[in-house]
């Protein structure tokens, strides 16, 4: 049963830390996205990959976020430095080629930042 | 451009009554329409789609939808609803852009009291 796997599970860390998030998407999946989950923001997506090609990354803020593909079975997003406003549930997901897909959700990484 | 609005942040419901969560859609292109289910600490799974051809769409766990064009909708139902459905229902939206981004609702929680 091929899944999308996403690590850490947990992470608690302090502001000004930088945080590493790590998704492996499905095999044979083209298409990888990050989203992030607040209680007041809901479901919002922060970047999406094609072919290991960023496609839009416009959700996210550029002076601490920065996602990479360094290759098909590895999806990363970073924030340096953290701060506390970054605390929330940050999703990938992945797809196999078109807008018609579904998309298949990690369980998610619960980022908290004291 | 593209926007989701799902009716209702939190719809109550007894056991074996009928399920309604309603979505409206707003999309320049003819859309791809989707509902994900996402249960406690867990990331979000499809639960059925509209791509194109027959405008009702069965999922799984006995949910269906309808797309109607003219009322610009895609209300999810189930005849009776289940303890076990008792999550947060995603409503989201993409369309034959070439762009890939998925936009989805602020989501609705469904309680289910026996």
């Known amino acids: 049963d091929a899944r999308v796997t996403q690590t850490p599970r947990d992470k608690v860390t302090e502001m000004g830390q930088e945080v590493t998030m790590r998704c492996q998407p499905i095999?044979?999946?083209?298409?990888v996205f990050w989203y992030r989950q607040t209680m007041m923001q809901g479901l919002e997506l922060l970047a999406y990959?094609?072919?290991?090609?960023?496609?839009?990354d416009s959700g996210m803020p550029k002076d601490r976020f920065s996602a990479e593909m360094p290759d098909a079975t590895l999806a990363t997003l970073k924030i340096q430095p953290s701060e506390p406003r970054d605390s929330a549930v940050y999703f990938c997901?992945?797809?196999?080629?078109?807008?018609?897909?579904?998309?298949?959700f990690g369980p998610g990484t619960r980022l908290t930042v004291l | 451009a593209q926007s989701v609005t799902q009716l209702g942040s939190h719809v109550s419901v007894s056991e074996g009554a009928l399920v309604l969560l309603r979505c409206n859609y707003s999309?320049?292109?003819?859309?791809?329409l989707f509902w994900y289910v996402q249960y406690p600490n867990q990331g979000l799974q499809l639960l059925l789609k509209?791509?194109?051809?027959?405008?009702l769409v069965k999922g799984i766990n006995g949910f269906e939808a309808e797309f109607k064009k003219s009322e610009t909708s895609f209300h999810l139902t189930k005849p009776s609803a289940h303890m076990s459905d008792a999550a947060v229902y995603f409503c989201?939206?993409?369309?034959?852009?070439?762009?890939?981004?998925?936009?989805f609702g602020a989501g609705t929680r469904l309680f289910v009291k026996a």
């Open positions: 990959f094609r072919n290991r090609a960023p496609l839009d």
């Open positions: 997901a992945s797809g196999p080629d078109g807008e018609a897909d579904t998309q298949y």
């Open positions: 989201a939206v993409t369309g034959n852009t070439g762009g890939f981004k998925t936009i």
């Open positions: 999309s320049s292109v003819p859309p791809y």
């Open positions: 509209y791509t194109t051809g027959a405008t």
């Open positions: 095999l044979g999946h083209n298409t």
